[in-house]
């Protein structure tokens, strides 16, 4: 139960964070929409794998400077608190903003599915913008030590959530109802989204000394 309590916090904030437009959104429902299905299921299988790799990199760096500083855990925990917040806010005020699927100008030439899943990797790992929230949503739910079934089960859970979003994602707007229904609701989508992430931080600043 005490590892469960932890995996929850960090399932939802990432899953919130997925859900949200970014430029991983944005390139799995390009991929769909202009290539094909096949082509955004392999970038959401790359988005996963690259949602591992920021996760493996996350816990090895806590691990190290909660046992080198062990005063810091409290100042993480409330700075990701507060990160999260923050990024509740921009996603709520950005709800509006309308969302472009379609390619770039000028990209005309197709490419392979395999090659859909190496940009999809490449993508997700040079977002410095996901580092962040990976580092400050694991410093503020990971308890301040923490074994190796958790962190395995914190790796599942990333990944489970990262492909399965994408996916959905893929499946969707390859298709043109669900696509349309999606557009037609996505400031809504956007401000559950950010409210809810934005009372995660909350939580997390207000219960830091617990």
Do not use: C
Request: proline fraction near 5%; charged fraction near 10%; glycine fraction near 12%.
């Amino acid at each position: 139960m005490q590892e469960l309590l932890p995996l929850l916090g960090i399932a939802s904030a990432i899953a919130f964070g997925a859900i949200s437009p970014g430029p991983s959104f944005l390139l799995v429902a390009r991929e769909s929409v202009a290539s094909s299905r096949t082509h955004g299921l392999f970038s959401a299988l790359g988005m996963g794998i690259g949602g591992v790799i920021f996760a493996l990199a996350a816990l090895a760096g806590l691990q190290a400077v909660f046992a080198a500083v062990p005063g810091l855990y409290l100042a993480l925990k409330i700075g990701g608190g507060l990160y999260l917040g923050y990024l509740g806010y921009k996603i709520w005020k950005g709800a509006r903003n309308p969302l472009d699927v379609s390619p770039p100008a000028g990209e005309v030439a197709p490419h392979s599915a395999g090659r859909a899943f190496w940009i999809a990797l490449a993508t997700q790992i040079s977002n410095p913008k996901a580092a962040v929230i990976y580092t400050s949503v694991f410093a503020a739910f990971l308890p301040q030590h923490f074994g190796w079934t958790l962190g395995i089960g914190t790796i599942v859970v990333v990944f489970t959530i990262e492909t399965s979003w994408y996916t959905l994602v893929a499946l969707g707007l390859s298709s043109t109802r669900p696509r349309n229904a999606y557009l037609r609701y996505k400031a809504w989508v956007d401000r559950v989204a950010g409210g809810v992430m934005g009372l995660l931080g909350i939580k997390l600043v207000t219960s830091a000394n617990q």
